[in-house]
Protein backbone atom coordinates (compact mmCIF):
# COMPACT_ATOMS: atom_id res chain seq x y z
CA UNK A 1 0.00 0.00 0.00
CA UNK A 2 1.19 3.71 -0.42
CA UNK A 3 2.34 5.60 1.75
CA UNK A 4 1.04 8.78 -0.50
CA UNK A 5 -1.24 11.17 1.36
CA UNK A 6 -4.50 11.70 1.01
CA UNK A 7 -7.00 14.20 2.92
CA UNK A 8 -9.02 11.61 3.89
CA UNK A 9 -9.34 7.31 5.35
CA UNK A 10 -11.81 5.24 4.24
CA UNK A 11 -11.78 1.87 5.80
CA UNK A 12 -15.09 -0.12 6.76
CA UNK A 13 -17.11 2.10 5.68
CA UNK A 14 -15.43 5.07 7.55
CA UNK A 15 -14.40 8.26 6.47
CA UNK A 16 -11.65 9.65 8.80
CA UNK A 17 -10.18 13.52 7.82
CA UNK A 18 -6.55 14.18 8.10
CA UNK A 19 -5.54 14.73 11.90
CA UNK A 20 -8.32 13.23 13.27
CA UNK A 21 -9.42 9.28 14.44
CA UNK A 22 -12.81 8.03 14.47
CA UNK A 23 -14.72 4.81 15.43
CA UNK A 24 -16.96 2.28 14.17
CA UNK A 25 -17.88 -1.28 13.68
CA UNK A 26 -17.15 -3.97 10.79
CA UNK A 27 -20.16 -6.22 10.18
CA UNK A 28 -18.48 -9.76 9.81
CA UNK A 29 -21.55 -11.96 10.49
CA UNK A 30 -25.16 -12.18 12.05
CA UNK A 31 -26.75 -13.59 14.99
CA UNK A 32 -29.45 -16.25 14.67
CA UNK A 33 -31.97 -13.76 15.27
CA UNK A 34 -30.41 -11.67 12.52
CA UNK A 35 -28.81 -9.15 14.92
CA UNK A 36 -25.31 -7.70 13.18
CA UNK A 37 -22.40 -9.35 14.72
CA UNK A 38 -20.08 -5.97 14.71
CA UNK A 39 -16.06 -5.81 15.05
CA UNK A 40 -15.35 -2.60 17.27
CA UNK A 41 -12.82 -0.31 15.13
CA UNK A 42 -10.67 2.70 15.75
CA UNK A 43 -8.91 4.56 12.87
CA UNK A 44 -6.66 7.06 13.20
CA UNK A 45 -5.43 9.07 10.23
CA UNK A 46 -2.42 10.79 10.97
CA UNK A 47 -1.54 14.83 10.07
CA UNK A 48 1.37 13.33 8.39
CA UNK A 49 2.41 11.31 5.73
CA UNK A 50 3.42 7.14 6.70
CA UNK A 51 2.66 3.84 6.73
CA UNK A 52 -0.52 2.09 7.73
CA UNK A 53 -0.19 0.19 11.17
CA UNK A 54 -2.89 -2.27 11.65
CA UNK A 55 -3.54 -3.25 15.23
CA UNK A 56 -5.72 -6.19 16.38
CA UNK A 57 -6.80 -7.93 19.72
CA UNK A 58 -9.23 -10.84 21.07
CA UNK A 59 -8.51 -12.83 18.02
CA UNK A 60 -8.70 -15.61 20.50
CA UNK A 61 -12.04 -14.69 22.38
CA UNK A 62 -11.14 -14.77 25.64
CA UNK A 63 -8.00 -13.29 25.62
CA UNK A 64 -8.33 -9.46 27.15
CA UNK A 65 -5.11 -8.19 28.04
CA UNK A 66 -4.58 -7.32 24.51
CA UNK A 67 -7.95 -5.38 24.59
CA UNK A 68 -6.46 -2.90 27.00
CA UNK A 69 -3.21 -2.60 25.77
CA UNK A 70 -4.66 -1.41 22.08
CA UNK A 71 -7.07 0.68 24.19
CA UNK A 72 -4.64 2.64 25.89
CA UNK A 73 -2.12 2.89 23.21
CA UNK A 74 -4.76 4.83 21.08
CA UNK A 75 -5.63 6.98 23.89
CA UNK A 76 -1.76 8.34 24.18
CA UNK A 77 -1.76 8.81 20.12
CA UNK A 78 -2.25 12.40 18.71
CA UNK A 79 -3.43 12.32 15.49
CA UNK A 80 -2.31 15.71 14.49
CA UNK A 81 1.53 14.41 15.92
CA UNK A 82 1.21 11.24 13.90
CA UNK A 83 2.97 9.86 10.57
CA UNK A 84 0.83 7.98 9.19
CA UNK A 85 -2.69 5.43 10.06
CA UNK A 86 -3.39 3.27 12.42
CA UNK A 87 -6.69 0.95 11.80
CA UNK A 88 -7.06 -0.85 14.93
CA UNK A 89 -9.88 -3.94 15.71
CA UNK A 90 -10.59 -4.37 19.46
CA UNK A 91 -12.40 -7.59 19.49
CA UNK A 92 -12.12 -9.56 16.63
CA UNK A 93 -13.40 -13.16 17.33
CA UNK A 94 -17.04 -11.58 18.06
CA UNK A 95 -18.46 -14.71 19.51
CA UNK A 96 -15.74 -16.42 21.24
CA UNK A 97 -15.60 -12.80 23.36
CA UNK A 98 -18.98 -12.79 23.94
CA UNK A 99 -19.16 -16.48 25.21
CA UNK A 100 -16.24 -16.03 26.78
CA UNK A 101 -14.06 -18.80 24.56
CA UNK A 102 -10.49 -18.76 22.78
CA UNK A 103 -12.58 -20.78 19.48
CA UNK A 104 -15.18 -19.09 17.93
CA UNK A 105 -18.46 -21.10 19.06
CA UNK A 106 -19.73 -21.51 16.26
CA UNK A 107 -18.21 -24.13 14.57
CA UNK A 108 -15.37 -24.54 17.08
CA UNK A 109 -12.71 -23.11 14.91
CA UNK A 110 -9.39 -21.12 15.92
CA UNK A 111 -9.65 -18.05 13.72
CA UNK A 112 -6.24 -17.96 13.83
CA UNK A 113 -6.03 -20.78 11.60
CA UNK A 114 -7.88 -20.18 8.81
CA UNK A 115 -6.55 -17.14 6.99
CA UNK A 116 -7.25 -15.32 4.90
CA UNK A 117 -10.35 -17.05 5.09
CA UNK A 118 -13.01 -17.99 2.23
CA UNK A 119 -16.22 -15.97 1.75
CA UNK A 120 -18.23 -19.33 0.84
CA UNK A 121 -16.94 -20.89 3.67
CA UNK A 122 -17.73 -21.92 7.18
CA UNK A 123 -18.52 -19.14 10.00
CA UNK A 124 -14.77 -18.98 10.97
CA UNK A 125 -13.55 -18.73 7.32
CA UNK A 126 -16.03 -16.56 6.26
CA UNK A 127 -14.98 -13.85 8.85
CA UNK A 128 -11.53 -13.83 8.77
CA UNK A 129 -11.73 -13.39 4.66
CA UNK A 130 -13.85 -10.03 5.80
CA UNK A 131 -11.06 -8.67 8.58
CA UNK A 132 -8.06 -9.79 6.13
CA UNK A 133 -9.69 -7.98 2.83
CA UNK A 134 -11.24 -4.80 4.79
CA UNK A 135 -8.63 -4.01 7.30
CA UNK A 136 -5.15 -6.32 6.93
CA UNK A 137 -5.00 -5.63 3.16
CA UNK A 138 -4.73 -1.93 4.06
CA UNK A 139 -1.64 -2.14 6.14
CA UNK A 140 1.87 -2.01 5.49
CA UNK A 141 2.80 -3.58 8.97
CA UNK A 142 0.29 -5.64 11.67
CA UNK A 143 0.55 -6.56 14.72
CA UNK A 144 -1.67 -9.02 16.48
CA UNK A 145 -1.83 -8.42 19.79
CA UNK A 146 -2.47 -12.11 21.89
CA UNK A 147 -1.19 -13.25 25.37
CA UNK A 148 -1.10 -16.75 26.62
CA UNK A 149 -4.44 -17.69 27.90
CA UNK A 150 -4.25 -17.81 31.86
CA UNK A 151 -1.05 -18.82 31.99
CA UNK A 152 2.11 -17.51 33.21
CA UNK A 153 4.73 -16.75 30.94
CA UNK A 154 7.80 -14.73 30.04
CA UNK A 155 5.77 -12.21 27.38
CA UNK A 156 7.05 -12.36 24.35
CA UNK A 157 7.01 -12.12 20.08
CA UNK A 158 6.16 -14.35 17.90
CA UNK A 159 8.06 -14.30 14.18
CA UNK A 160 5.37 -16.12 12.68
CA UNK A 161 7.72 -16.91 9.09
CA UNK A 162 10.59 -19.07 8.58
CA UNK A 163 13.75 -17.92 7.80
CA UNK A 164 13.33 -19.20 3.97
CA UNK A 165 10.10 -17.66 3.53
CA UNK A 166 9.51 -13.83 2.24
CA UNK A 167 9.92 -10.92 4.46
CA UNK A 168 11.28 -12.85 7.43
CA UNK A 169 13.92 -10.35 8.15
CA UNK A 170 11.36 -7.65 7.85
CA UNK A 171 9.34 -9.47 10.42
CA UNK A 172 12.26 -10.56 12.72
CA UNK A 173 13.14 -6.64 12.98
CA UNK A 174 9.95 -5.68 14.02
CA UNK A 175 10.22 -8.50 16.70
CA UNK A 176 12.96 -6.81 18.29
CA UNK A 177 11.98 -3.41 17.88
CA UNK A 178 8.59 -4.40 19.95
CA UNK A 179 10.99 -4.45 23.09
CA UNK A 180 10.43 -7.79 24.74
CA UNK A 181 13.35 -9.70 26.36
CA UNK A 182 11.92 -12.93 24.41
CA UNK A 183 11.77 -13.43 20.67
CA UNK A 184 10.35 -16.95 19.48
CA UNK A 185 11.93 -16.77 16.00
CA UNK A 186 9.76 -19.76 13.97
CA UNK A 187 7.42 -20.72 12.33
CA UNK A 188 5.98 -23.46 14.60
CA UNK A 189 3.30 -22.70 16.92
CA UNK A 190 3.19 -21.06 20.97
CA UNK A 191 2.18 -25.00 21.50
CA UNK A 192 4.49 -27.62 20.15
CA UNK A 193 1.61 -29.86 19.73
CA UNK A 194 0.04 -27.64 16.77
CA UNK A 195 2.95 -28.69 14.32
CA UNK A 196 1.71 -31.90 13.96
CA UNK A 197 -0.52 -30.54 12.01
CA UNK A 198 1.77 -27.93 9.30
CA UNK A 199 -1.17 -26.72 7.30
CA UNK A 200 -2.42 -25.08 9.90
CA UNK A 201 0.08 -22.91 10.80
CA UNK A 202 -0.19 -21.69 7.35
CA UNK A 203 -3.75 -20.51 8.29
CA UNK A 204 -2.39 -17.79 10.53
CA UNK A 205 -3.10 -14.13 10.28
CA UNK A 206 1.02 -13.36 10.42
CA UNK A 207 2.01 -15.89 8.18
CA UNK A 208 -0.46 -15.20 5.68
CA UNK A 209 0.13 -11.49 5.94
CA UNK A 210 3.78 -11.22 6.16
CA UNK A 211 4.72 -13.60 3.31
CA UNK A 212 2.40 -11.69 1.16
CA UNK A 213 3.82 -8.35 1.49
CA UNK A 214 2.76 -7.22 4.52
CA UNK A 215 4.99 -7.97 7.88
CA UNK A 216 3.49 -8.57 10.94
CA UNK A 217 4.60 -10.07 14.37
CA UNK A 218 2.46 -11.52 17.42
CA UNK A 219 3.33 -10.49 20.70
CA UNK A 220 2.24 -13.01 23.48
CA UNK A 221 1.51 -10.64 26.83
CA UNK A 222 1.42 -13.19 29.85
CA UNK A 223 -1.64 -14.88 30.66
CA UNK A 224 -4.35 -13.82 33.39
CA UNK A 225 -7.49 -14.45 34.80
CA UNK A 226 -9.15 -11.07 33.51
CA UNK A 227 -7.25 -7.79 33.19
CA UNK A 228 -3.38 -7.52 34.32
CA UNK A 229 -1.64 -4.70 35.10
CA UNK A 230 1.99 -6.03 34.63
CA UNK A 231 0.70 -7.84 31.29
CA UNK A 232 -1.16 -4.98 29.58
CA UNK A 233 1.62 -2.63 30.47
CA UNK A 234 4.07 -4.39 28.36
CA UNK A 235 1.67 -4.37 25.31
CA UNK A 236 1.22 -0.97 25.65
CA UNK A 237 5.39 -0.15 26.02
CA UNK A 238 5.41 -2.85 23.23
CA UNK A 239 3.13 -0.90 21.12
CA UNK A 240 4.54 2.26 21.37
CA UNK A 241 7.52 1.05 20.30
CA UNK A 242 6.40 -0.15 17.47
CA UNK A 243 5.49 2.99 16.57
CA UNK A 244 8.57 5.05 17.43
CA UNK A 245 10.11 1.89 14.85
CA UNK A 246 7.77 2.94 12.17
CA UNK A 247 8.88 6.57 12.77
CA UNK A 248 4.80 7.16 13.28
CA UNK A 249 5.62 8.84 16.35
CA UNK A 250 8.54 10.77 17.71
CA UNK A 251 11.17 8.66 19.93
CA UNK A 252 13.56 5.66 19.92
CA UNK A 253 12.15 2.31 20.89
CA UNK A 254 13.39 0.87 24.29
CA UNK A 255 15.06 -1.91 23.99
CA UNK A 256 16.37 -4.02 27.06
CA UNK A 257 19.96 -4.71 27.31
CA UNK A 258 20.15 -8.43 26.17
CA UNK A 259 16.92 -9.90 24.15
CA UNK A 260 16.95 -13.79 24.05
CA UNK A 261 15.59 -15.88 20.74
CA UNK A 262 14.32 -19.04 21.14
CA UNK A 263 14.00 -21.42 17.73
CA UNK A 264 12.19 -24.01 19.93
CA UNK A 265 9.55 -24.60 22.69
CA UNK A 266 9.55 -27.79 24.32
CA UNK A 267 6.38 -28.84 26.77
CA UNK A 268 7.73 -30.85 30.04
CA UNK A 269 4.72 -32.77 31.33
CA UNK A 270 4.20 -34.56 34.28
CA UNK A 271 3.83 -38.66 35.05
CA UNK A 272 2.18 -38.68 38.08
CA UNK A 273 -0.79 -36.43 39.23
CA UNK A 274 -0.78 -34.02 41.85
CA UNK A 275 0.37 -30.67 43.03
CA UNK A 276 2.95 -28.71 41.48
CA UNK A 277 5.58 -26.53 43.45
CA UNK A 278 8.15 -24.54 41.29
CA UNK A 279 11.60 -24.03 42.40
CA UNK A 280 12.24 -21.75 39.64
CA UNK A 281 11.17 -18.55 38.29
CA UNK A 282 9.44 -17.81 34.70
CA UNK A 283 12.49 -15.99 32.97
CA UNK A 284 15.41 -18.29 34.84
CA UNK A 285 17.46 -19.78 32.63
CA UNK A 286 17.98 -24.43 33.69
CA UNK A 287 20.23 -26.73 32.21
CA UNK A 288 19.18 -30.41 31.24
CA UNK A 289 18.66 -32.05 34.01
CA UNK A 290 18.16 -29.49 36.32
CA UNK A 291 14.83 -29.69 38.70
CA UNK A 292 12.80 -27.01 38.44
CA UNK A 293 9.19 -28.34 39.77
CA UNK A 294 8.48 -30.99 42.45
CA UNK A 295 4.99 -32.94 41.73
CA UNK A 296 3.65 -33.97 45.70
CA UNK A 297 0.31 -35.43 46.65
CA UNK A 298 -1.78 -34.32 48.28
CA UNK A 299 -0.27 -34.38 51.46
CA UNK A 300 2.64 -32.88 50.17
CA UNK A 301 5.03 -35.57 49.85
CA UNK A 302 6.96 -35.53 46.70
CA UNK A 303 6.16 -38.08 44.27
CA UNK A 304 7.90 -37.21 41.31
CA UNK A 305 11.00 -35.14 40.38
CA UNK A 306 10.32 -32.34 37.31
CA UNK A 307 13.51 -32.37 35.05
CA UNK A 308 14.61 -29.80 32.18
CA UNK A 309 14.73 -32.06 29.26
CA UNK A 310 17.29 -29.10 27.67
CA UNK A 311 19.50 -26.14 28.64
CA UNK A 312 16.91 -23.03 27.98
CA UNK A 313 14.85 -20.74 29.82
CA UNK A 314 11.22 -21.38 32.06
CA UNK A 315 8.83 -20.50 29.48
CA UNK A 316 5.92 -20.42 30.80
CA UNK A 317 3.37 -22.83 33.81
CA UNK A 318 0.61 -24.23 34.31
CA UNK A 319 -2.60 -22.09 35.34
CA UNK A 320 -3.73 -23.95 37.68
CA UNK A 321 -0.73 -26.04 40.60
CA UNK A 322 -2.75 -28.81 40.50
CA UNK A 323 -2.02 -31.43 36.66
CA UNK A 324 -3.08 -34.76 35.86
CA UNK A 325 -1.25 -37.48 34.74
CA UNK A 326 0.47 -35.96 31.02
CA UNK A 327 -0.24 -32.65 31.95
CA UNK A 328 2.05 -30.25 30.76
CA UNK A 329 3.54 -28.50 33.59
CA UNK A 330 5.83 -25.56 32.22
CA UNK A 331 7.67 -25.07 29.13
CA UNK A 332 11.47 -24.73 28.34
CA UNK A 333 12.77 -22.30 25.14
CA UNK A 334 15.43 -24.33 23.77
CA UNK A 335 18.21 -23.01 21.41
CA UNK A 336 18.50 -19.83 22.99
CA UNK A 337 20.45 -16.93 21.27
CA UNK A 338 21.53 -14.34 23.06
CA UNK A 339 21.67 -10.70 20.86
Known amino acids: ?199 SLEGRLIWVSTIRGIPGITPELSGSLGWNEESINFGVKGLRNVLKYLKMINGTPELPKRQYVTSKLVDVKASRGGFVEYKAKLGDQIRSGDVFAVMTDVFGTPIELIKSPDDGILWRLSDYPMRSTGERVAMIGTNITEI
Open 1 to 199: MSNRRTETFQVAGMTIPRGSRGTGYLKVAEMQDGTPANIPLVAVNGAQGGPTLYVESCLDGAELNPIASVRRILNEVDPVKLSGRIIAALIVNFFGFHWKLQLNPLDNTNLNRVFPGNPAGGPSERIAHIVFNELVSKANYVVDLHQTSSQPSVGAVHVRVGKDEPNHEKAFDLARAFGATYVVDEKGAMSPSDTRNPA
